[in-house]
């Protein structure tokens, strides 16, 4: 689920793109065209290992129909999903639990890799679900939900 090679794909028109079209607030290293965004309390992250992240991210499609963007990076297996954080007091004893299985959620303050084109031209990270523009980050709570909605279901299928 990568995205496709373009020669006309620079690290500075995807980082505009990422901005100006996304919203996302995205940084360009210049020096090595790797483009970051920092976790903030509005931009959150949440890693978990690629087989869990599509039950995740066809949970959330059927539930609410869409699902928030999903990046993927095939050298670690693992996906990224860009979430909403939560604000409140964080919940220790959920993610302690959500460690056991793999998921992990990005501390405040963070930098997050973006799907980035390579020096070598080969994109290590990709989309799996692609930003859409003006659209609102689902809420860590409802992902987490989902997440655990999954395991279960995973379980029971196995």
Known sequence: ??????????????YT???NVFGLPATLDFGTGRITVRTSPSLGAVVMPA??????RAHLTRASGGCPPIMCDPVSGRWTALVCPDTGRPDRDLYRKLGRLGVALIGVGLDVDLPTPALAGVEHRGWV???CEDAALPPWVVVSAAIGACVVRMALDA
């Open 1 to 14: 689920m990568e995205t496709k090679a373009d020669p006309a794909d620079t690290s500075e028109a995807r």
């Open 17 to 19: 793109h990422y901005r």
């Open 51 to 56: 087989d869990l992240g599509e039950w995740v």
């Open 129 to 131: 679900v692609e930003p």
